[in-house]
């Protein structure tokens, strides 16, 4: 095999390079800021139906078009699981009921009692 000059050309395009903390390429960088910009609208919502709209968007985001279908609790707790791994299952489950709460609020299932 003969070593390269220095007027070589790669024949393939090259892949962008891997950002330092994440690891994703440059070119995630969109898909990460609309990410972002929908759990932030979902963390900040002023209203029920705004968090909701902002979780169903960020399901959609996260794990396509396909998962708007399924129950939103449900899809919520799987996004947790992609952006937000954790190896102790406890720790997981509390994630996963934070983001979910985010999500869905006030919980229908939950009763609020005035004192």
Known sequence: MTRPTRNY???APKIGLAHPTFGAPKTM??????INDRYEAMMFAR????ARKAARELVRLI??????????EETLRECCRKIRPAEDP???ARFEAEFVELGIWPNPSQKLVAA
């Open 29 to 34: 960088n969109r898909d990460t800021a609309l």
């Open 90 to 92: 406890r720790e997981q």
């Open 9 to 11: 050309t790669p024949c």
């Open 47 to 50: 209203s029920p139906e705004a």
């Open 63 to 72: 794990l396509g078009d396909e998962a708007v279908r399924r129950p939103l």
